[in-house]
């Protein structure tokens, strides 16, 4: 089975609830966890409210908090399930790339996330994360709803 799994978040209750149930997965098989979450880098024209800040500074001091927070959920849960976890925050403009090549990087077996995230009008335009870690990962890829 899995020895290292790879969850993605985005901090959205959907992705948090998907973390926890890949933690207990995890946990089932004695697999190591390592957790990435993606910020989409600092752009001086923007169209996301989020990145609308005063400086580049400030944008990834924000950035960097809530990674903290979506990665602590993760870790505390790791934490208590007695699993050795690893934390990572990644800035890039595709979070589906950044989640791939994280798992490769890592020497993860399988990604574990959530159907869909927070990504509005973009993820019906585009295509969700999901969709696209699905369509581009060489490793099994578990979905939860």
């Given at each position: 089975?899995?020895?290292?799994?790879?969850?993605?978040?985005?901090?959205?209750?959907?992705?948090?609830?998907?973390?926890?149930?890949?933690?207990?997965?995890?946990?089932?098989?004695?697999?190591?966890?390592?957790?990435?979450?993606?910020?989409?880098?600092?752009?001086?024209?923007?169209?996301?409210?989020?990145?609308?800040?005063?400086?580049?500074?400030?944008?990834?001091?924000?950035?960097?908090?809530?990674?903290?927070?979506?990665?602590?959920?993760?870790?505390?849960?790791?934490?208590?399930?007695?699993?050795?976890?690893?934390?990572?925050?990644?800035?890039?403009?595709?979070?589906?790339?950044?989640?791939?090549?994280?798992?490769?990087?890592?020497?993860?077996?399988?990604?574990?996330?959530?159907?869909h995230g927070r990504r509005g009008m973009a993820a019906l335009v585009l295509g969700s994360e999901t969709t696209k870690v699905l369509t581009h990962?060489?490793?099994?890829?578990?979905?939860?709803?």
């Amino acid at each position: 089975m899995f020895k290292h799994v790879l969850i993605a978040t985005d901090g959205s209750q959907l992705s948090e609830s998907a973390a926890l149930n890949a933690v207990q997965l995890a946990k089932s098989i004695s697999a190591r966890l390592t957790a990435v979450t993606v910020s989409t880098p600092f752009h001086v024209f923007a169209t996301d409210a989020v990145m609308v800040t005063d400086t580049e500074d400030v944008y990834k001091k924000d950035c960097d908090r809530r990674a903290a927070k979506y990665l602590g959920v993760i870790e505390n849960a790791a934490k208590s399930a007695g699993l050795t976890f690893e934390g990572i925050h990644v800035f890039r403009d595709h979070p589906y790339a950044a989640i791939i090549d994280t798992a490769d990087k890592k020497g993860c077996d399988a990604i574990c996330m959530a159907s869909h995230g927070r990504r509005g009008m973009a993820a019906l335009v585009l295509g969700s994360e999901t969709t696209k870690v699905l369509t581009h990962s060489k490793i099994p890829v578990v979905v939860w709803r």
